[in-house]
């Protein structure tokens, strides 16, 4: 038998966070890590027309200066944003607006885990959009040894919450 659901009971949504509950220069911790696999790196690989055999092609990549396959690195750039939309903008971002600055410092292995930590580095309000802000992210993945292999700086536009949207409509 189930339960009737308690109408008073505190509910939960997951979501990320809403743009005026950003700090800048926090640096939330994305966790769990990855494990880059072989499947995932194939698998993009090929699903973006990439032929690179440094991603493909094992016993080429045996011959090279890494000895082995080596992860895409945009594989790598795309995972590093998505570890960190779970903490931060699932189903409060409104648009990517760019990235700039990215880098890949350290290669990425087959079998690698990745761990991502991300710093709010500046927010603002959107002049055209009322109730959203643009922020600007500091993403830094790591390996299970602590090396940096990627880094990047994404600004996205985000919706406020609606207890601001309502707080600035009362101020109206």
Do not use: C
Not at 15 to 36: A, K, S, W
């Amino acid at each position: 038998m189930t339960a009737e659901p308690n109408a008073s009971a505190r509910r939960v949504t997951q979501r990320g966070l809403y743009f005026d509950e950003l700090e800048e220069g926090v640096v939330y911790e994305h966790r769990p890590g990855r494990t880059m696999t072989e499947a995932d790196n194939v698998l993009f690989t090929t699903l973006t027309m990439n032929t690179q055999p440094l991603h493909l092609d094992r016993h080429w990549s045996a011959s090279t200066e890494f000895g082995e396959p080596l992860m895409n690195s945009m594989h790598t750039l795309a995972t590093m944003v998505g570890l960190s939309v779970g903490q931060l903008t699932q189903g409060t971002i409104v648009a990517n607006l760019g990235f700039s600055d990215i880098s890949f410092p350290a290669p990425v292995k087959q079998g690698d885990t990745i761990y991502v930590e991300t710093r709010v580095v500046e927010k603002r309000a959107s002049q055209s959009r009322p109730g959203q802000g643009i922020a600007t992210f500091e993403h830094t993945a790591r390996n299970q040894h602590g090396d940096v292999v990627a880094k990047a700086v994404r600004k996205v536009l985000m919706q406020g919450s609606p207890a601001a949207a309502d707080a600035a409509g009362a101020d109206a």
